[in-house]
């Protein structure tokens, strides 16, 4: 925190610049909004929520196209919850704003039992009354504010205990195909997402008032690649972009690569690039 308040205006206003630009870049690549959406943010209270919200109000201003913005946040009903906080705040930006209340908290503390981590079903709990809000609203997106931080760690997580190689995507058809999720910040970083919200004073309502600790494998993971980054700068961005460089043929998916179906050329014949085409940084094991 700067003791200056112009240099420090002057450096929140750079932040911005960089994050709306982000945001701006990762809409455009996954084509996440279109003419005429009714785009449902969901605040959780948190940061990163409360950033995508503000960075996407100031993006529409110069949208090329027209889209409503609609906030929405769920009221779990959590010992200590402070009810006007999000009211207010919501009141304050003048768009269209909806207050869920559903108290998930008695059925998580009912079901998971004491000394479990609670986020698992709280979460689900929470996504089904977010989709079921937006069909009964006409909502033709929802927005969710998951930064790349949260991707890469999701890609761990699944790599380390699921054996998937699989992520958490910017956008998103929901399993039952009735909703599209997309995810703005796809391209932030936690650190400058939460420099932003502190630099912007936006009233955080932390999660952890139901008491849950934090998924526990999601903190470690999270400290891992704290720990990369400080050894070695960039390398959780370079994670998140080789998942948008993927050659199938360097994996080992039959059900993703033909490895069955390929074989040597016969001398004239066209060469397979899908089979031995290597982009030029990519760095082989043999
Ligand atoms: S910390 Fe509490 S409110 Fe937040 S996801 Fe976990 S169980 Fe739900």
New binding site residues.
Partial sequence: MHSDPRKQRFETGILQQRLRRQVGRAIADFNMVEQGDRVMVCLSGGKDSYTLLDLLLRLRERAPVDFDLVAVHLD?K?PGYPPDVMARYLDSLGIEHHIIEQDTYSV?KRVIPEGN???GL??RL?RGILYTFASEHGMTKIALGHHRDDIVETLFLNMFFGAKLKAMPPKLLSDDGRHVVIRPLAYSTEAEIAQYAEARGFPIIP????G?Q?HLQRGKIKSMLADWDRQFPGRVENVFRSLQSVVPSHLADTNLFGFRDLGARAEGDAPDERAWFLPERTVSAD
């Fill in positions: 779990q959590q998580v981590t609670m986020c709280c979460s929470r999660c952890n008032l139901c849950s934090e």
